[in-house]
């Protein structure tokens, strides 16, 4: 799962810009996208709880989603480049933008409510913010700056009041959670300064899955924690399956939302993954949460509003500037 927004000063006029489509269109694909995200917290909880080692779990999604997209290139008549610049993206992005951070997500939601691990998600524009800034990729604005602030205070509200988690022993694994939202917000920086003149989007997205994949299959064989699925279906297969299910058709919509839409209206994606993530933790697992989480909750979407309040499309991008071709 990854989610892909950062900056740029050069972004592609898409057809929501133009006037050529209607927003209904793109606004319908976000909410489906954003509760596709929020459910795959809930399918990572299961295989977890499973006892799924998170690279392997990791693993298997970048494997099966990587060939998913694949056989949909194949059937589109689309290849997947190898020239060596395609080969250092892949394994760069692959690398910092699934392998690393995805694991990272597994295994600390093996400690933690899936509606609280939800709750990094909305760091990722807010952290691309100030990676941006400090790349002087984005002028400072304290309006924005107010709603990192924001975003911080949420994260204290979590892991400061005893009462906020349902262990307090959990507060430190939510710290460890938030390396997974700063790993994709460089990923959004690498991700635009990296790509491929002229790339298509859907063979990078399978590209990058399969190296994630290829990058963990040493590592999962030296820990000895392949997980190897079997009859009759229990959670950790039921997890795993559901994973590749989810990240292959959230990847499609993904790439399909920016071609027609762009970054800003991908952005409000993190609105719906974080509110669909805490539904979906309530209807699987039944977890309730306090006060303490809900009054964070409100703080962290305030942040990121006000990262996002003047965002407009003369000023953003995605890792999908001018040099980048049409999606696949």
Known sequence: MSYVTAMTSNPD??????????????????????SLWGLAFSFSKMATLGGVHPASYTFWQGLGAGLVLTVVLRLRGLPIPTAYTYLRYYLIIGLVGIALPNVNLVAAIAHLPAGVMVLTIPFVPLLTYVIAVGLKMERFSSLRFAGVLCGLAGVGMIVLPEASLPDARAAPWFMLALLTPLLYAVTNVLAARLRPAGARSAPLAAGMLLAAAALLAPVVWWLDALFVPTLPVDEAEVGIAGQIVVSSIAYFIFFEVLRLAGPVFMSFTG??????????????????????????????????????????????????????????
């Open 13 to 34: 006029i898409t057809p929501l810009a133009a006037g050529r489509i209607s927003p209904v269109l793109p606004l319908a694909m976000i909410l489906g996208l954003g």
């Open 271 to 328: 609105y719906v993954v974080t509110l669909t993530g805490i539904a979906w933790g309530v209807a699987l697992f039944g977890e309730r949460h306090s006060a303490w989480v809900w009054a964070a909750a409100a703080l962290i979407f305030v942040g990121l509003a006000l990262v996002n309040l003047r965002r407009n499309v003369a000023g953003v991008s995605v890792g999908c500037d001018r040099r980048a071709g049409p999606t696949g």
